[in-house]
C-alpha cells in the first residue's frame, strides 16, 4: 500500500477497466470486447495526460496499457501507475513482439503482456486476471474498523499517510491526532489501528464530549457492584474493553481536570481500579487521543494539564483540512460516489466538467465530511447518471464562482490549448452535453468536437451519426 493511494471505493458489479490506447482505431474495436456486454465499465484515455487525470479522478481495477504513446515512455508510464496505484491490475497489450520487452514488463509492475492483434477470449482473460490478482491486493479492513478510508494522492496528503504509516510501526506509542471537525480523525486512528501490530486486538472510539460528566470515570474505567446508586452489576471500561488493541479518545480536550491525573497514570503504564474497587487492574492499550481545538490554550486557561500534554505529544499526528490538498477532491467526490451510489440504489457515472470546476473552487469549511454529504445529497438529485453543476448546493456554486471571479488574471505563459480547453466544455455543458449543438455553437463538425471531449477525458453522450461526422471537416 503506497502512502498516496489508500484505496477504499466499494467494489462495483461491473469491474472499471481503464483502456490506454493512442490508436482511435484499435480502441474503437477493443472496447466492445472488453465492455463485452456490461460484464466490464470501459474508459478510453487517448495520451498519458489523459491517462493520469482518469486515473486521478476515478478508482480503477485494471489498466490495458499500449506501451507506444505519442506524449510518453510506455515503460515508464507502466513503473508509474505500478507504484502510484498498487492496487490496480496492469496488462500490457501492445504491437512489440519481444520477449525482452515482456520480462521488462512483468519486472514493472504488468500482471500480463499480450501482443497485438490477440484473440478476444485471450484479451478478455487476461483483463480478468489482472482485475482479480489486483483485488486480492487492494486492502480489506476488519470489521469495526475505518469506514471510510483517506483517499488521496496530494503532498500533504503523503506526507499524512507517511505519518500514519509511522505510528503503526510502534504499537505502544501515545499518538495525538489533530485537525479541523470533518478531516477523518477517527477515520486515521483507526487505520493506524488496522496497520499495527494490534490490527488483530479491539478498536474502541470513545467521544468524551458525549460522555456523561457524571459517568465519565465509571464508563472509561468501569465500576464494582454497589460504587453508587444503580450500580448493580460489576462493569467494565472503556480501557478493558480495549485491552489487547487500541483506545480512541476523540475531544480528549473535553476530559475533567480531575480524570486527567488518574490517565496520566495510566499512561505511565500504572494499574487503575474500577470506581469503587479497591483491585489494581493492569491493561495493555495502546492509546490514541484526537481533538480539534489547541489543548495549548486550554493548558493556558487551566482547562488541561501541561504534563499530560506533554505525555500525549510523543506523536503529533495533524491532518490538513481539505482546502489545503485541493488536488484530492475530485479524487475524493468520485470515491464517495463509488461508495454511495450502490447503498443509494443509484447508478451514477461521474461529475460534469462544470460540476468539477465548483467542487474545486469551493474552501470545504466541513473538510472531507461535507464533501461526503455535498455528494450523497448530488446523487439523489441526479437520480442516477451524470451530476450537474445544478445539483450541487446554491451556497457552494456561489462561493466557487466569487473565488473564480477573485482569481488573479491568467498569466501570459499559460498555453492557448488551456483556454480553448475551459471554453469548449463550457460550450458542451451549457449544450446540455449535446455533441451537435456544441459543434453548431463551436463552429466545428461534430467528429472535431468529439476528438476533443475525448482528449479531454469526457465521454460524449449519445450515439449520434458517427459516419456522417467522419465524412465532415476535422476543422
Not at 464562482?401 to 498569466?411: G, L
Amino acid at each position: 500500500m503506497s502512502s498516496g493511494d489508500v484505496h477504499g471505493a466499494v467494489e462495483s458489479a461491473a469491474p472499471r477497466v481503464l483502456l490506454i490506447e493512442d490508436d482511435l482505431d484499435v480502441a474503437e474495436a477493443v472496447t466492445p470486447i472488453l465492455a463485452e456486454g456490461g460484464r466490464r465499465q470501459i474508459e478510453h484515455a487517448p495520451t498519458a495526460r489523459v491517462a493520469r487525470e482518469a486515473l486521478a479522478l476515478r478508482a480503477f481495477d485494471a489498466v490495458v496499457l499500449d506501451l507506444s504513446l505519442p506524449d510518453a515512455d510506455g515503460f515508464g508510464l507502466l513503473e508509474e501507475i505500478a507504484a502510484e496505484f498498487p492496487g490496480v491490475g496492469i496488462l500490457c497489450f501492445t504491437g512489440r513482439d519481444d520477449a525482452s520487452a515482456a520480462v521488462r514488463a512483468l519486472r514493472a509492475g504488468a500482471t500480463d503482456y499480450i501482443t497485438k492483434p490477440a484473440p478476444a477470449v485471450m484479451l478478455r482473460q487476461a483483463v480478468d486476471g489482472a482485475v482479480t490478482r489486483a483485488r486480492l491486493r487492494q486492502p480489506r479492513l476488519a470489521a469495526g474498523g475505518v469506514q471510510t478510508l483517506p483517499i488521496g494522492s496530494s503532498p500533504p496528503w503523503r506526507q499524512t499517510m507517511d505519518l500514519i504509516a509511522a505510528a503503526a510501526r510502534s504499537p505502544k506509542t501515545t499518538v495525538l491526532i489533530t485537525g479541523e471537525p470533518g478531516v477523518g480523525k477517527e477515520e486515521a486512528a483507526a487505520l493506524v489501528h488496522r496497520l499495527s501490530a494490534r490490527r488483530d486486538g479491539p478498536f474502541v472510539a470513545v467521544n468524551a464530549a458525549c460522555l456523561s460528566p457524571s459517568m465519565i470515570e465509571s464508563e472509561l474505567f468501569g465500576h464494582e457492584v454497589g460504587a453508587f446508586t444503580g450500580a448493580h452489576r460489576q462493569h467494565r471500561g472503556f480501557f478493558e474493553q480495549a485491552s489487547g488493541g487500541t483506545l480512541l479518545l476523540d475531544e480528549i480536550g473535553e476530559l475533567p481536570l480531575e480524570l486527567q491525573a488518574k490517565l496520566l497514570r495510566v499512561l505511565e503504564r500504572h494499574p487503575f481500579r474500577r470506581v469503587g474497587g479497591e483491585k489494581p487492574i493492569a491493561v495493555d492499550v495502546r492509546l490514541l487521543c484526537a481533538t480539534n481545538r489547541s489543548l495549548d490554550e486550554r493548558v493556558r486557561a487551566g482547562a488541561f494539564r501541561a504534563d499530560l500534554l506533554e505525555r500525549l505529544r510523543v506523536f503529533e499526528l495533524r491532518l490538513p483540512p481539505l482546502r489545503e490538498r485541493p488536488g484530492d477532491v475530485a479524487r475524493l467526490a468520485h470515491h464517495f460516489i463509488a461508495r454511495l451510489g450502490p447503498e443509494l440504489g443509484i447508478p451514477v457515472e461521474g461529475f460534469s466538467p462544470l460540476a468539477l470546476e465548483a467542487l474545486a473552487g469551493y474552501a470545504f469549511p466541513g473538510n472531507v465530511r461535507e464533501l461526503r454529504n455535498i455528494t450523497e445529497r448530488a446523487i439523489v438529485l441526479s437520480g442516477g447518471g451524470i451530476i450537474e453543476r445544478r445539483h450541487l448546493p446554491a451556497e457552494l456554486r456561489a462561493k466557487a464562482a466569487a473565488s473564480v471571479d477573485a482569481a488573479p488574471a491568467r498569466s501570459e505563459a499559460a498555453s492557448l490549448e488551456e483556454v480553448v480547453r475551459e471554453h469548449i466544455l463550457r460550450v458542451y455543458e451549457g449544450a446540455d452535453q449535446n455533441v451537435t449543438r456544441t459543434a453548431q455553437v463551436l463552429g466545428m463538425s461534430r467528429l472535431a468536437v468529439r476528438k476533443r471531449l475525448q482528449s479531454y477525458g469526457v465521454r460524449a453522450r449519445g450515439v449520434e451519426d458517427i459516419a456522417v461526422d467522419r465524412n465532415e471537416d476535422d476543422r
